[in-house]
């Protein structure tokens, strides 16, 4: 079993900056990949950003240049993944979902998602 714990979330202006944090743990072998998607109500779950084993990272169109993802790489909290949201819209406001994917101690499939964090946008 894996464990996805979501932190920073809150409430915010527009034009301000939030970062959230995701802290995986458990029957993790390896990580593919990390990644954000967010909900917003009545609208889909979509990929806000995702970042690979190599560091590569890709983002959607509506947060490039906004948003930025990274991956912490020391040793002992090196399945964390951030997002560091900055320039806020409004249209931004959501649940955020934290995902990550890649092989169990037993290679077999990973895919395992947080709890979701809110993020409200204020005008």
């Known amino acids: 079993q894996v464990q996805l714990v979501e932190s920073g979330g809150g409430l915010v202006q527009a034009g301000g900056s939030l970062r959230l944090s995701c802290a995986a743990s458990?029957?993790?072998?390896?990580?593919?990949?990390m990644g954000w998607h967010r909900q917003a109500p009545g609208k889909q779950r979509e990929l806000v950003a995702q970042?690979?084993?190599?560091?590569?990272?890709?983002?959607?169109d509506s947060v490039k240049g906004r948003f930025t993802i990274s991956r912490d790489n020391a040793k002992n909290t090196k399945n964390t993944v951030y997002l560091q949201m900055n320039s806020l819209q409004v249209d931004d406001t959501a649940v955020y979902y934290c995902n990550v994917e890649g092989l169990s101690r037993s290679l077999s499939a990973l895919h395992s998602w947080g709890q979701g964090t809110q993020v409200t946008v204020s005008s």
């Open positions: 970042i690979i084993s190599d560091g590569k990272s890709t983002y959607s």
């Open positions: 458990g029957n993790i072998f390896i990580i593919n990949s």
